[in-house]
T-cell receptor, first 112, second 118 residues
């Protein structure tokens, strides 16, 4: 079983829809939770990061972490065609290396 | 600052050949990571450098793989006797230890080198 599980999709929604992306994890030592966006044939870029449990909002994006359930979410409001990409959850524990453990990624298509 | 750069962007090779990839991190970033991403999967950690010291290697990094970071600047990843299973995107990321945001530092990724082994 992988440390981080993420539904690969694909997920297709109409423009303006609310999108919900989720990951579950098994390692209770994870403390830092990130969402990366990856466009085709590009490297991942950081969208949001959250420390421990709680919510964080940045414009149209909201990240939620529930450590008790080992479950994290990313919500995208008023989705745009430019949001079409692969969304990767990633997490790490406080350590000397900071290596990231990624989910499989969810492919999102927002149709105009 | 032009970000993390990787060369070549694409590499096609025949099974059994050796290949070498280069990563130039963001200047003054002292941490450097290599990840491998296969089609439809998320990146998997391969190895980590702090300055010139290689401090962690994944068990994914077989004896055919070697990475270096001379002088703590650019890094190279070499794969010897390539196999078809080595076909993947090889991603490099860098970060700056000491700019901890609540205990972690943001990793900036390069565009990757896509390797195809025929």
């Amino acid at each position: 079983q992988k440390e981080v599980e993420q539904d690969p999709g694909p997920l297709s929604v109409p423009e303006g829809a609310i999108v919900s992306l989720n990951c579950t994890y098994s390692n209770s030592a994870f403390q830092y939770f990130m969402w990366y966006r990856q466009y085709s044939r590009k490297g991942p870029e950081l969208l949001m990061y959250t420390y421990s449990s709680g919510n964080k909002e940045d414009g149209r994006f909201t990240a939620q972490v529930d450590k008790s359930s080992k479950y994290i979410s990313l919500f995208i409001r008023d989705s745009q065609p430019s949001d079409s990409a692969t969304y990767l959850c990633a997490m790490t524990q406080r350590s000397n290396t900071g290596k990231l453990i990624f989910g499989q990624g969810t492919t999102l298509q927002v149709k105009p | 600052d032009t970000g993390v750069s990787q060369n070549p962007r694409h590499k096609i090779t025949k099974r059994g050949q050796n290949v070498t990839f280069r990563c130039d991190p963001i200047s003054e970033h002292n941490r450097l990571y290599w990840y491998r991403q296969t089609l439809g999967q998320g990146p998997e950690f391969l190895t980590y450098f702090q300055n010139e010291a290689q401090l962690e290697k994944s068990r994914l990094l077989s004896d055919r793989f070697s990475a270096e970071r001379p002088k703590g600047s650019f890094s190279t990843l070499e794969i010897q006797r390539t196999e078809q299973g080595d076909s993947a995107m090889y991603l490099c990321a860098s970060s700056s230890a000491g700019t901890f945001k609540a205990g972690w530092d943001e990793q900036f990724f390069g565009p990757g080198t896509r390797l195809t082994v025929l």
